[in-house]
C-alpha cells in the first residue's frame, strides 16, 4: 500500500514531465510539419498553378504577378517556368527555416528555458553576419529582384557590362553568361549595375552601307531599299520581320566615302543574322546597278601589288 502511495505521489508530482511536456512538444511538431505541408503545397500551386501529383497532366500558367512581356511559346514557357520555380524554391526554404525556428524556441519554453537571452542573441548574430556577408546578401536581394522584375532569362543575349552573350542560367547569387568566343562568365548579381537585354519584345536591324562620294546618293538609297524589300521576299526572312525597312538617309560623311543607314524591326535575337542577309543582298544590287563603293577593285589590286 504504501508502494501504491508512493508511486501515485511520485506520478502526480511528475505528471508534468511525463505527460504534459512530452504531448505539448509533439502538439508544436505537428503543427509546424502540417504548416510548413500546406505552405509548400500553396506555394508550389502560385508558382506551377498545379499540385505536384498532376504536373503532367495540366499546362504551367504564369506565376501570378510575373506576367510574362515576350509572346507565348516554348522559350517564353520555358523561362517562365525555370523564374517560377526558382522563387518557389526561395519562398519554399524561408518558409522552412522560419517554421523551425519557431518550433525550437517553442519547445524551449515548454521545458522552462528562458528565450528572451537567445531571441537578442540572434539579433546580434543576425547583425554580425549581416555585416560579414553584406557581399552576398546583396547578390541574394538583387537576384530575386532581377527574378521578379524579369529583366533576363535563360537564352536571352544581354548585355551586363564586362560580360556580353548569351544567358546560360539565373540564379540567385550567380548569372552566367556565354560570349561570341565559347568564354562562360560567371557574373555575381550585386556587381550588375545595368542590363542591357536584346532579346526582350522586339529588336532593330541597323544596315550601314557605305558608297562612293561620286555616287548619286538618292539612287543608291533606292537600290538598297528595293534589295532590302527583294530579300524579305524569302520566308526564311520574312518569318523574322516585325516591320518594313525604312531608309534613314545619309548617316556619315567622311573625306572618303558616305555612309547610308537603314532600319527594319524584327524579332527578338534574329536582328544579326537578318542585317547581314540584307548587307549581302544590298552588296550584290550595288554591283549590278553599278553604284560605286568606297574603293573600286583597281585600288584593291593596286594595294595587293605594292603599287
Known amino acids: 500500500m504504501d508502494v501504491y502511495n508512493l508511486a ?7 505528471r508534468h514531465w511525463l505527460l504534459e511536456v512530452p504531448i505539448r512538444i509533439v502538439a508544436y511538431i505537428l503543427v509546424v510539419l502540417i504548416a510548413r505541408y500546406v505552405l509548400h503545397r500553396m506555394i508550389d500551386r502560385a508558382a506551377t498553378g498545379r499540385s505536384p501529383k498532376d504536373a503532367d497532366t495540366k499546362k504551367p500558367p504564369l506565376l501570378r504577378g510575373l506576367r510574362d512581356r515576350a509572346p507565348s511559346n516554348a522559350h517564353a ?42 531571441i537578442a542573441s540572434a539579433g546580434v548574430v543576425g547583425l554580425a553576419i549581416g555585416f560579414g556577408a553584406q557581399n552576398l546578401v546583396r547578390d541574394f536581394v538583387t537576384g530575386v529582384f532581377m527574378l521578379l522584375e524579369d529583366q533576363y532569362g535563360v537564352g536571352d543575349t544581354v548585355d551586363l557590362g564586362d560580360a556580353v552573350g548569351e544567358v546560360e542560367s539565373v540564379g540567385l547569387r550567380v548569372t552566367t553568361v556565354r560570349d561570341i568566343d565559347g568564354t562562360l562568365w560567371y557574373v555575381r ?64 560623311l ?45 585600288r584593291y589590286a593596286a594595294a595587293v601589288n605594292g603599287e
Open 8 to 14: 501515485f505521489e511520485w506520478t502526480e508530482t511528475n
Open 77 to 118: 514557357a520555358a523561362r517562365r517556368a525555370q523564374r517560377a520555380q526558382t522563387i518557389a524554391s526561395v519562398l519554399k526554404s524561408t518558409t522552412s527555416i522560419v517554421l523551425l525556428i519557431w518550433v525550437a524556441l517553442g519547445i524551449l519554453n515548454v521545458l522552462g528555458v528562458n528565450i528572451a537571452p537567445f
Open 189 to 252: 548579381n550585386g556587381e550588375i549595375a545595368r542590363v542591357g537585354n536584346m532579346s526582350q519584345d522586339y529588336a532593330v536591324a541597323r544596315i550601314e552601307v557605305p558608297v562612293a562620294l561620286s555616287a548619286d546618293v538618292e539612287r543608291a538609297e533606292q537600290v538598297a531599299l528595293d534589295a532590302a524589300h527583294t530579300a524579305l521576299e524569302d520566308p526564311k526572312i520574312a518569318a523574322k520581320v516585325l516591320g518594313e525597312p525604312e531608309m534613314l538617309g545619309v548617316q556619315e
Open 254 to 298: 567622311r573625306p572618303d566615302q558616305v555612309t547610308l543607314r537603314m532600319t527594319l524591326k524584327t524579332r527578338p535575337g534574329v536582328q544579326w543574322s537578318v542585317q547581314r542577309r540584307l548587307r549581302r543582298e544590298i552588296l550584290r544590287a550595288y554591283d549590278e546597278s553599278g553604284i560605286e563603293l568606297p574603293y573600286p577593285p583597281s
